[in-house]
Nanobody, 125 residues
Framework: QVQLVESGGGLVQAGDSATLSCVAS????????MGWFRQAPGKEREFIAG????????HYSEAMKGRVSISRDKTTNTMYLQMNGLKPADTAVYSC??????????????????WGQGTQVTVSS
């Protein structure tokens, strides 16, 4: 049973940086792609970034590229999302996701089989 547990959300000020973590367990993730998504109230889920577990190949959405950095630590089965220059528009529930049959560059939520419970990030102005 794959489990993904996010942490690191909370209330931050505009312009601040924040790092989210996602601890994965329950599978051998060597063939998995891991990703970060977010969903703001009244909006559709949005792809932020993805990474291949074995090689660390990354892909970013155009909207977030340059402000976020995705990484993973294979020794602790943890994936990270570092976010810089946060804006009130970044307020959302951020979720990590994983799957063995994900095409990284598509950023398609439907391809990710496993999801964490999400962590709220609120950016105040």
């Amino acid at each position: 049973q794959v489990q993904l547990v996010e942490s690191g959300g909370g209330l931050v000020q505009a312009g601040d940086s924040a790092t989210l973590s996602c601890v994965a367990s329950g599978a051998r993730f060597s063939v998995y792609v891991m990703g970060w998504f977010r969903q703001a109230p009244g909006k559709e889920r949005e792809f932020i970034a993805g990474i291949t577990w074995t090689y660390g190949t990354t892909h970013y959405s155009e909207a977030m590229k340059g402000r976020v950095s995705i990484s993973r630590d294979k020794t602790t089965n943890t994936m990270y999302l570092q976010m810089n220059g946060l804006k009130p528009a970044d307020t959302a529930v951020y979720s990590c996701a994983a799957g063995p049959r994900v095409f990284l560059q598509r950023g398609a939520a439907s391809e990710y089989e496993y999801w964490g419970q999400g962590t709220q990030v609120t950016v105040s102005s």
